[in-house]
C-alpha cells in the first residue's frame, strides 16, 4: 500500500510537470480545463474524515478522524490545535487573485519541486477534493494552489489571517502529535508508583479502588495515607504535557545505561502500562545529566529528559510534572 501510494504521488507530480509545460506554453488566456477549478474550500467540514498529505522526497502523512480526536498515520493521537488550524484553512480558503501569466513558469516549478499533494476525504473511499498547493507569495500572505486535473494555479488565501499557511499543512509525523505524556482520569488508574532508586525512602507504591488508596512504602509495608492528597496526586495525570519531543537527541541512546532519578509507573483498569523515567539536567554541564544533590535540591533543577515507555524521549519541565514527582512523606497523613 505504502509503494502504491508513493507511484501515485510520483505520478501526479509528473502530471504537473506536463501540465506546467502546457500552460506556459499555450497562447490561450483561458486555461482553466473544468469550471470547479477554484473550488478549493470544503464547505461542511465536520463531514471531513480522513486528509492525505505528501510532499515528494518526504514521508506522506495520513491524518484519520476518530470518534472526538485524530490520529496520524494511525499511530499516534495529533494535537487538536494543530488540527483544528488545519481544518480552518480547509474550510476558509478561497480565491485571492490570478496570478499574471509572466508568473506561471516560476509558480509552477514550486508545484513540481516542493508542492504538496492535499486529498480530503469525507464518507467515499475516494477523496472528493484532491488539490496540490506549491510556495508561498512574498508577503507570505498568499498560498499557491492549482486543483487536479487543471493547469490553472490560483492565489488563495484566508480573510484576517497573515501568517504562511502552507506551514498548516506541512508539518512531520512528529510535529503532529498530541504533546500529552498523560492523559488519565483518575478513575480508570488502578496502580501508580513513583521510585526514586538514589532515595529509596522517598518511593511509594499504590492501588486505587473504590475512591480509595492503599499506600505502600518501596518495601512493601503498608503506609498511612491522606486521602485528599493521594486524589489530588492521581488527579495530576489528566494533563502531563512536554515541552518538546527530544528523539533525534544523541543522548537518547546513552540514558539507557545511565540510572534515572525518578520513575513513573502507572497501570490503568484496562491494564495498560506505561513508564516515564526522569534524568535531571544542567544546562551547565557538557554531559547535561546531574544527579548530585546540590544541583537537585537548587534552583537551577528546572527540566528533565523524560524516557517514555513508547521509546519516545521527551523534554520535560519540572513545572509540568510536579504535581506526579511526590515523594512517600509528602502523601502520610
Given at each position: 500500500?505504502?509503494?502504491?501510494?508513493?507511484?501515485?504521488?510520483?505520478?501526479?507530480?509528473?502530471?504537473?510537470?506536463?501540465?506546467?509545460f502546457?500552460?506556459?506554453?499555450?497562447?490561450?488566456?483561458?486555461?482553466?480545463?473544468?469550471?470547479?477549478?477554484?473550488?478549493?474550500?470544503?464547505?461542511?467540514?465536520?463531514?471531513?474524515?480522513?486528509?492525505f498529505?505528501?510532499?515528494?522526497?518526504?514521508?506522506?502523512?495520513?491524518?484519520?478522524?476518530?470518534?472526538?480526536?485524530?490520529?496520524?498515520?494511525?499511530?499516534?493521537?495529533?494535537?487538536?490545535?494543530?488540527?483544528?488550524?488545519?481544518?480552518?484553512?480547509?474550510?476558509?480558503?478561497?480565491?485571492?487573485?490570478?496570478?499574471?501569466?509572466?508568473?506561471?513558469?516560476?509558480?509552477?516549478?514550486?508545484?513540481v519541486?516542493?508542492?504538496?499533494?492535499?486529498?480530503?476525504?469525507?464518507?467515499?473511499?475516494?477523496?472528493?477534493?484532491?488539490?496540490?498547493?506549491?510556495g508561498?507569495?512574498?508577503?507570505?500572505?498568499?498560498?499557491?494552489?492549482?486543483?487536479?486535473?487543471?493547469?490553472?494555479?490560483?492565489?488563495m488565501?484566508?480573510?484576517?489571517?497573515?501568517?504562511?499557511?502552507?506551514?498548516?499543512?506541512?508539518?512531520?509525523?512528529?510535529?503532529w502529535?498530541?504533546?500529552?505524556?498523560?492523559?488519565?482520569?483518575?478513575?480508570?488508574?488502578?496502580?501508580?508508583?513513583?521510585?526514586?532508586?538514589?532515595y529509596?525512602?522517598?518511593?511509594?507504591?499504590?492501588?486505587?479502588?473504590?475512591?480509595?488508596?492503599?499506600?505502600?512504602?518501596?518495601?512493601?509495608?503498608?503506609?498511612?495515607?491522606?486521602?485528599?492528597?493521594?486524589?489530588?496526586?492521581?488527579?495530576?495525570?489528566?494533563?502531563?504535557?512536554?515541552?518538546?519531543f527530544?528523539?533525534?537527541?544523541?543522548?537518547?541512546?546513552?540514558?539507557?545505561?545511565?540510572?534515572?532519578?525518578?520513575?513513573?509507573?502507572?497501570?490503568?483498569?484496562?491494564?495498560?502500562?506505561?513508564?516515564?523515567?526522569?534524568?535531571?539536567?544542567?544546562?551547565?554541564?557538557?554531559?547535561?545529566?546531574?544527579?548530585?544533590?546540590?544541583f537537585?535540591?537548587?534552583?537551577?533543577?528546572?527540566?528533565?529528559?523524560?524516557?517514555?515507555?513508547?521509546?519516545?524521549?521527551?523534554?520535560?519541565?519540572?513545572?509540568?510534572?510536579?504535581?506526579?514527582?511526590?515523594?512517600?512523606?509528602?502523601?502520610?497523613?
Amino acid at each position: 500500500m505504502k509503494n502504491k501510494n508513493l507511484l501515485l504521488l510520483l505520478l501526479g507530480f509528473i502530471s504537473l510537470g506536463i501540465l506546467s509545460f502546457y500552460l506556459i506554453k499555450s497562447n490561450n488566456p483561458n486555461t482553466s480545463l473544468v469550471t470547479n477549478d477554484r473550488d478549493f474550500a470544503v464547505q461542511k467540514i465536520d463531514e471531513v474524515q480522513k486528509i492525505f498529505l505528501a510532499e515528494r522526497g518526504k514521508p506522506s502523512i495520513q491524518l484519520t478522524k476518530e470518534k472526538n480526536y485524530w490520529m496520524v498515520n494511525g499511530k499516534f493521537k495529533v494535537a487538536q490545535n494543530k488540527i483544528n488550524n488545519l481544518l480552518f484553512v480547509l474550510q476558509k480558503l478561497k480565491l485571492e487573485s490570478i496570478p499574471p501569466k509572466s508568473m506561471y513558469e516560476t509558480i509552477m516549478s514550486t508545484f513540481v519541486t516542493n508542492g504538496i499533494k492535499v486529498e480530503i476525504y469525507t464518507n467515499e473511499s475516494k477523496p472528493s477534493k484532491t488539490y496540490y498547493i506549491g510556495g508561498v507569495t512574498n508577503d507570505e500572505k498568499g498560498l499557491y494552489c492549482i486543483m487536479d486535473g487543471s493547469v490553472q494555479p490560483y492565489i488563495m488565501h484566508i480573510d484576517f489571517i497573515e501568517s504562511n499557511l502552507r506551514y498548516r499543512y506541512n508539518l512531520s509525523e512528529e510535529q503532529w502529535r498530541d504533546l500529552y505524556i498523560f492523559g488519565l482520569n483518575e478513575m480508570d488508574i488502578q496502580e501508580a508508583s513513583v521510585m526514586y532508586p538514589l532515595y529509596p525512602e522517598k518511593s511509594f507504591q499504590l492501588s486505587y479502588n473504590d475512591q480509595k488508596a492503599e499506600l505502600k512504602d518501596n518495601k512493601g509495608n503498608p503506609q498511612q495515607v491522606n486521602q485528599q492528597k493521594m486524589k489530588k496526586f492521581l488527579q495530576s495525570f489528566t494533563q502531563i504535557g512536554t515541552e518538546a519531543f527530544e528523539n533525534s537527541n544523541p543522548i537518547k541512546a546513552k540514558l539507557v545505561d545511565m540510572t534515572p532519578y525518578c520513575i513513573i509507573k502507572v497501570k490503568t483498569k484496562n491494564n495498560q502500562e506505561t513508564e516515564l523515567k526522569l534524568y535531571p539536567i544542567n544546562p551547565d554541564l557538557e554531559s547535561k545529566i546531574d544527579m548530585s544533590p546540590a544541583f537537585l535540591n537548587s534552583d537551577q533543577l528546572f527540566r528533565f529528559y523524560g524516557a517514555y515507555s513508547s521509546g519516545d524521549l521527551y523534554l520535560v519541565q519540572l513545572g509540568q510534572i510536579s504535581g506526579i514527582m511526590t515523594t512517600l512523606q509528602e502523601l502520610h497523613q
